[in-house]
């Protein structure tokens, strides 16, 4: 029986391998193949075992030879010499100095070979002797750089939620539209594409007086420290969240209004999706960067990013999809999805009221969704083994019952509906008797407890309960929480393909500490025939409101209405929960 490693687990060691060629000082091909391998793998919308057992690996883009006998190591015996030899040249805490702002694979290579330092105390003790500003290529600024780099990982402020950052960034974005002289704005970068955690928040605007802008950018109220300022570009640093003593670079970038489509294109990145269009304008005889399309000796003129697809001959490539998984040759196909809208959404479930873990009544988080323009409210409080968050018993579940017929009465046009997240025990079994279940409208089955089981059981687990017939969905399938716990161990594949044969929804958990699924798992489900549904996992009436996150997941899934069981009308889910 062979040791198996899952994508993610494929796709991470291929990433730690160009990271340490790049230490090592092997050439940019070598170390982009690993990086591009990792990409490929990581976004495979199939079971990465069953490719190399079918021998379809090699017909991977971005899998040659060399990598696919890597990986076929790896994924049968869950080694991989190569990696271990290399690994084993490097302390740890190289690693871990790459993480620095500024401080790149040259830079760290320089510091461990000429003063051998590896690792962060070590870099740090350096810096306050002088010695790092006497490194050739470094010198008294780098040294002070890479200070105020050290400070800035203690505060942890690498990457922070996308729900702390976005505020921010369309706070900073309002008031330099604002400003006399600008033309055009908008937020670019991994904000724009909707991304879980954000590293740095990136404004691109167009103008013809760059000077008082970048003026006024620079001493916004709350930046914290100003890094560059320049004419066309600045940088500051401002507080994600005072409370967490969070830190999150802001980029501002100006150029002209010609100019504005190309480089709001290039600053939307992905890095991946801007070199595949790159080489779609090669092909096509054209040059693209970030400032104009040329070819034969002159500029293609374009009023918008659509301009710009269209003059590539593609569909326009919604911000979302932009990470190069197809969507290059599906924009030219004409077959790119009609992504789902926030506004497709009707209504959503897993609520929590005060009646378990919630902090707002039944009637009160009802009030709260139709004042949102939801058309229905799905409960579902804790079920009785979770004391902790007051799970309810089987007996206060009638009474809790009671409670929604008689709100519901009252309602018109707008329905709430009896569920419940029924904990997952550690077998398998769900916590309320198949008695209890039949008198919820719909289940979310989800773990909170026994977190450390191995990938096996934590699977064997989860896949026996939304085998359940009494299952509708399963909530937040990977139990972790962004920057702060790891998921736990548990092979998706084999959930999703579950859920596919026993007609078992999925939860997008909404939630922006959890945002799980993730959407590359999304895409996949939508390949399995699985329906998704996005639940903001609301523990008060604000919560409710968390939704359009998990829509933002959806997208980046490629998912559309249809995929998507919350976009049904009242009477469709009441016919489908029947």
């Known amino acids: 029986m062979f040791i198996t490693m899952n994508k993610g687990q494929v796709a991470a060691i291929l990433d730690e391998i160009a990271v340490l060629l790049e230490l090592k000082g092997e050439n940019t091909f070598k170390c982009r193949a690993y990086s591009n391998g990792?990409?490929?793998?990581?976004?495979?919308?199939?079971?990465?075992?069953?490719?190399?057992?079918?021998?379809k690996l090699g017909s991977i883009p971005g899998i040659?030879?060399?990598?696919?006998e890597k990986i076929t190591t790896l994924v049968t015996t869950g080694k991989l010499p190569f990696y271990d030899d290399l690994r084993a040249q490097f302390p740890d805490g190289l690693l871990q100095m790459l993480r620095i702002p500024g401080l790149g694979s040259k830079k760290v290579k320089a510091l461990y070979e000429q003063l051998k330092i590896d690792s962060l105390d070590a870099l740090r003790a350096a810096c306050n002797s002088g010695q790092v500003a006497a490194l050739k290529g470094f010198g008294e600024k780098t040294q002070a750089k890479i200070l105020e780099g050290l400070a800035f990982l203690e505060l942890g402020a690498d990457r922070v939620r996308i729900d702390q950052a976005l505020p921010i960034a369309q706070e900073i974005l309002e008031e330099l539209r604002g400003l006399k002289g600008v033309i055009r704005s908008e937020l670019c970068?991994?904000?724009?594409?909707?991304?879980?955690?954000?590293?740095?928040?990136?404004?691109?605007?167009?103008?013809?007086?760059?000077?008082?802008?970048?003026?006024?950018?620079?001493?916004?109220?709350?930046?914290v420290q100003v890094v560059a300022h320049g004419d066309t570009k600045s940088s500051i640093k401002v507080n994600a969240s005072e409370a967490a003593r969070l830190l999150i670079n802001c980029d501002l970038r100006i150029v002209t209004d010609k100019q504005f489509?190309?480089?709001?294109?290039?600053?939307t990145g992905s890095k991946d999706h801007n070199i595949a269009m790159r080489a779609r304008a090669q092909h096509m005889g054209l040059k693209l960067n970030e400032y104009e399309l040329a070819g034969a000796g002159k500029s293609v003129a374009c009023k918008d990013e659509a301009a710009l697809f269209k003059a590539l001959g593609l569909d326009y490539v919604p911000p979302e999809l932009r990470e190069h998984t197809g969507e290059i040759d599906a924009a030219l196909a004409h077959q790119l999805p009609s992504l789902v809208?926030?506004?497709?959404?009707?209504?959503?479930?897993h609520c929590h009221t005060d009646w378990s873990d919630g902090k707002a009544t039944l009637k009160e988080m009802a009030g709260a969704a139709q004042k949102l323009g939801l058309k229905y409210l799905g409960i579902g409080d804790h079920?009785?083994?979770?004391?902790?968050?007051?799970?309810?018993?089987?007996?206060?579940?009638?009474?809790?019952?009671?409670?929604?017929?008689?709100?519901?009465?009252?309602?018109?046009?707008?329905?709430?509906?009896?569920?419940?997240?029924?904990?997952?025990l550690a077998d398998g079994r769900l916590d309320f008797s198949d008695e209890v279940l039949e008198t919820f409208d719909y289940v979310v089955a989800s773990v909170h407890t026994n977190m450390n089981q191995s990938e096996a059981d934590m699977t064997a687990r989860i896949v026996k309960a939304v085998s359940h017939p009494k299952v509708t969905m399963l909530g937040h399938a990977t139990g972790r929480l962004l920057l702060r716990r790891d998921a736990y161990h548990v092979n998706l594949e084999?959930?999703?393909?579950?859920?596919?044969?026993?007609?078992?929804?999925?939860?997008?958990?909404?939630?922006?500490?959890?945002?799980?699924?993730?959407?590359?798992?999304?895409?996949?489900?939508?390949?399995?025939g699985v329906k998704l549904v996005i639940n903001p996992d609301a523990h008060s009436t604000a919560e409710i409101g968390l939704y359009p996150y998990g829509v933002d997941v959806a997208r980046r899934g490629w998912l559309e209405k249809k995929d998507v069981f919350n976009t049904m009308t009242l009477a469709e889910v009441e016919t489908a929960l029947a």
């Open 341 to 349: 809208k926030t506004e497709d959404i009707h209504g959503v479930f």
């Open 38 to 55: 990792a990409r490929a793998i990581s976004q495979l919308d199939a079971d990465l075992a069953q490719v190399i057992a079918e021998g």
């Open 189 to 223: 970068g991994s904000l724009r594409r909707r991304k879980e955690t954000i590293a740095d928040i990136d404004i691109l605007l167009s103008s013809n007086d760059p000077l008082p802008i970048m003026e006024r950018f620079v001493k916004l109220p709350g930046v």
């Open 261 to 267: 489509p190309f480089a709001l294109h290039y600053f």
């Open 64 to 68: 040659g030879e060399t990598l696919q």
């Open 383 to 424: 079920s009785q083994s979770l004391t902790v968050a007051n799970g309810l018993t089987p007996e206060r579940v009638q009474k809790q019952h009671a409670e929604i017929d008689a709100l519901n009465a009252k309602l018109k046009g707008f329905r709430v509906f009896k569920g419940t997240e029924c904990d997952i």
């Open 494 to 528: 084999a959930v999703l393909k579950a859920a596919a044969e026993h007609d078992t929804m999925i939860e997008i958990n909404a939630h922006p500490q959890r945002l799980d699924i993730d959407w590359v798992h999304c895409k996949r489900a939508k390949a399995l």
